[in-house]
């Protein structure tokens, strides 16, 4: 359903003697929207919401979130649901076309997927490039940007087989080339795809395989990533997947799009999170510590603040932690891991910020980052590849969003304007009369 045609209420602005009327469109759930693409039109004005927290960028199908109630749907599926009885594969499909694939349809996907998961040859050349100790984040953001010089044949936003080929390639190549950016800053041999493998098994085994022996992915280690994947596939218009958004409405190439989100969630307050949430906690060190970083979060003149808490949107848990939560430590049983330190460190900074009046007041609970660093060292990744493996599971939703803009008919380049508070109109002064 089209929210222009939904049931149209009108809704007015009101400024001083003058009032202006706009139509008022209505979600199958969620807030309702004033449209107000008129306004500048006939006041003359603009609205001003610099963080966008009252602003609406887009209509979507494609995921909904609660954050009074901690709910977190992907066309309309709960997330508990998606990642107890499915697997990343099948979410992926759900987000590109909307409905849960049949067992052909499933079985279809899958093919094609694993049959893209090498990369071009020169690839390998191309990281050669790079220094060994580059942030890995800073490589796949690089290396998302350089598939457009690759592949050529589905750059053409305008030609959906083109489009689909472009989405595909990226959901089975980003794997690929972040595992390629760890074996580069481990300085071990890459290790190409195997298509006997499920997509997480595959991604582990280019990670940590090595030429001398055989390996074998853990199944328990093998679902917990496909089940971080699945948390991490999309969520609405975050910070990264509205850049996607911006820099697909100019007509740029997709590959260009999903880097420019990659390049996104790096940011610590967005993706980065997980690994500086893991760095936080390696930080306080010992259970003793804690008040004093609690402290500094809660200090208004400290910009301090605890990495893995809080949200823009979850005003409640954020449904994924908890996921995330279990997830941590099943691995951490399977691995035999009893006594980590900073496991100690979180479970407890989790109980005391969760009854402090600040937190409480301010609604701030763990997120999604909170306990996925702890997972990812667990499962032997470094923390500066916590991001790289948030950019391969959100790959799918950068380009489930890119894929809707494109085909909204009604899609038009985004151009935000400005409050201007800068210097009024003055004449230049030749350099001799400057003082
Ligand atoms: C992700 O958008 C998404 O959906 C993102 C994401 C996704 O899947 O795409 O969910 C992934 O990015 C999760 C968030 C990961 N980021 C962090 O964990 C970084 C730490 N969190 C904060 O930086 C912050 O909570 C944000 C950025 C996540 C949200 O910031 P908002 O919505 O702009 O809220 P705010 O910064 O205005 O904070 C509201 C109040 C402030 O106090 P006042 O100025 O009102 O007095 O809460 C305080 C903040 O000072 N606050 C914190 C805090 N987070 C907010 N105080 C201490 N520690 C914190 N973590």
Same mark, same amino acid.
């Given at each position: ?11 007015s602005? &009101? ?10 469109? !209505?979600g ?13 039109g006939?006041?003359?004005m ?6 966008f ?6 209509e *979507?199908?494609?995921?909904? %979130?609660?954050?009074? +109630?901690?709910?977190?749907l ?5 997330i508990?649901?998606?990642a ?8 992926c499909? @759900? ?13 279809d996907?899958?093919?094609?997927? &694993? ?10 050349r191309f ?10 984040m ?5 290396? %998302? ?8 044949d *589905? ?28 074996k ?9 795809? !195997? ?23 853990n ?7 496909d089940? %971080?994947?699945i948390?991490?596939?999309?969520h ?41 949430? @893991?760095n $936080? ?17 809660k200090?208004?003149?400290? *910009? ?10 979850? !005003? ?37 910020a @969760?009854?402090?009046?600040?937190f409480? +007041? ?11 660093g ?8 470094? &923390? ?7 950019a ?12 809707? $803009?494109?085909?909204?008919?009604k ?9 201007y ?7 230049y002064?030749? %350099?001799?009369?400057?003082?």
């Amino acid at each position: 359903m089209d929210a222009k045609t939904a049931a149209k209420t009108n809704g007015s602005i &009101t400024v001083g003697n003058k009032n202006w009327d706009f139509p008022v469109y !209505k979600g199958t759930i969620g807030p309702d929207v004033l449209d107000i693409a008129k306004l500048y039109g006939e006041s003359g004005m603009f609205t001003y919401d610099p963080g966008f927290t009252s602003t609406a960028s887009c209509e *979507s199908k494609i995921t909904y %979130i609660d954050g009074d +109630e901690g709910i977190l749907l992907y066309r309309g599926y709960p997330i508990e649901q998606l990642a107890e009885h499915g697997d990343f594969l099948e979410t992926c499909y @759900l987000l590109l076309y909307g409905e849960l694939p049949t067992p052909s349809q499933k079985a279809d996907f899958d093919y094609r997927v &694993t049959r893209h998961t090498m990369v071009h040859e020169q690839m390998s050349r191309f990281f050669q490039g790079f220094r060994r100790d580059a942030h890995p984040m800073a490589v796949m953001t690089g290396s %998302i940007g350089a598939l457009s010089a690759f592949y050529h044949d *589905s750059t053409d936003i305008a030609d959906p087989t083109q489009r689909m080929i472009a989405s595909l390639r990226m959901i089975a190549k980003v794997p690929t080339l972040a595992a390629m950016a760890y074996k580069y800053s481990v300085g071990q041999p890459f290790v190409y795809p !195997k298509n006997d493998l499920d997509y997480a098994s595959n991604f582990l085994r280019m990670c940590y395989a090595v030429p001398t022996e055989e390996y074998k992915p853990n199944p328990v280690l093998a679902r917990a990533m496909d089940r %971080i994947f699945i948390l991490h596939a999309d969520h609405e218009q975050n910070a990264s997947t509205s850049t996607v958004r911006l820099a697909g409405s100019s007509g740029a190439n997709p590959f260009a799009c999903i880097a420019a989100g990659c390049a996104c969630l790096w940011g610590p307050a967005h993706g980065g999170a997980n690994e500086a949430a @893991l760095n $936080m906690l390696a930080e306080i060190g010992t259970v003793d510590r804690i008040p004093e970083f609690v402290r500094r979060a809660k200090d208004k003149n400290d *910009s301090y603040r605890l990495m893995g808490f809080g949200h823009r949107v979850y !005003k409640n848990y954020d449904p994924r932690a908890k996921i995330m939560q279990k997830t941590c430590h099943e691995v951490l049983a399977e691995l035999g891991i009893k006594d980590d330190p900073l496991l100690d460190v979180a479970m407890e900074l989790e109980k005391i910020a @969760l009854h402090d009046e600040y937190f409480i +007041e301010k609604k701030l609970y763990p997120n999604i980052d909170f306990y996925s660093g702890i997972t990812l060292k667990a499962m032997g990744f470094p &923390t500066t590849m916590f991001t790289v493996l948030f950019a391969v599971a959100r790959t799918v939703g950068w380009i489930a969003q890119w894929k809707e $803009m494109i085909e909204d008919p009604k899609q038009k380049i985004g151009r935000p304007r400005q409050l201007y508070t800068g210097a009024v109109q003055r004449d230049y002064t030749p %350099i001799s009369r400057r003082k």
